[in-house]
C-alpha cells in the first residue's frame, strides 16, 4: 500500500525559505514521479513542481526560480525548498506520486497522480 507523508509546514514570513518533506512507503514500482500540488482557500488544487525518474524537473511559471525538488538517495523522501516566500504561496501543500513518467504538460496535472498525501499547511504572511 502506496503512503506519502508530508511535513515540514509552518508560518513564515514574506521573503522567508521553508523545506517541506514527502516521506513515501509501498512504492514498488520500478519507475515513478514525484509531483508537488497545493490548495490555497478557495481555489483549486494547482501543480507546481515534478520530479521525473530520471531527475528531471518541471515548474509552473509561478513559483519557477524560487522553489526546487529534490530528494534523498534512496528515493524514499523528496522535498520541495521553497525561497522568496511570498503571501500568495499560502495554501495547503500535498505531495503526490504517478507510475512511470510524465509528458507534455500532463506533469502538472492533478488527474495525472494516483497517490496522494494528506497535506501540509504553509503560511506566508507580510
Known amino acids: 500500500q502506496v503512503k506519502l507523508v508530508e511535513s515540514g509546514g509552518g508560518s513564515v514570513q514574506s521573503g522567508g525559505s521553508l523545506t517541506l518533506s514527502c516521506e513515501a512507503s509501498?512504492?514498488?514500482?520500478?519507475?515513478?514521479?514525484m509531483g508537488w500540488f497545493r490548495q490555497a482557500p478557495g481555489k483549486e488544487r494547482e501543480g507546481i513542481g515534478n520530479?521525473?525518474?530520471?531527475?528531471?524537473?518541471e515548474y509552473a511559471d509561478s513559483v519557477k526560480g524560487r522553489f526546487a525538488i529534490a530528494q534523498d538517495n534512496t528515493r524514499s523522501t523528496w522535498y520541495l525548498i521553497m525561497r522568496d516566500l511570498k503571501v500568495e504561496d499560502t495554501a495547503i501543500y500535498y505531495c503526490?506520486?504517478?507510475?512511470?513518467?510524465?509528458?507534455?504538460?500532463?506533469?502538472?496535472?492533478?488527474?495525472?497522480?494516483?497517490?496522494w498525501g494528506q497535506g501540509t499547511q504553509v503560511t506566508v504572511s507580510s
Open positions: 503526490a506520486s504517478a507510475i512511470g513518467r510524465l509528458y507534455g504538460g500532463a506533469q502538472l496535472l492533478r488527474l495525472s497522480y494516483q497517490y
Open positions: 509501498g512504492l514498488t514500482y520500478n519507475s515513478y514521479c
Open positions: 520530479l521525473d525518474p530520471d531527475g528531471t524537473t
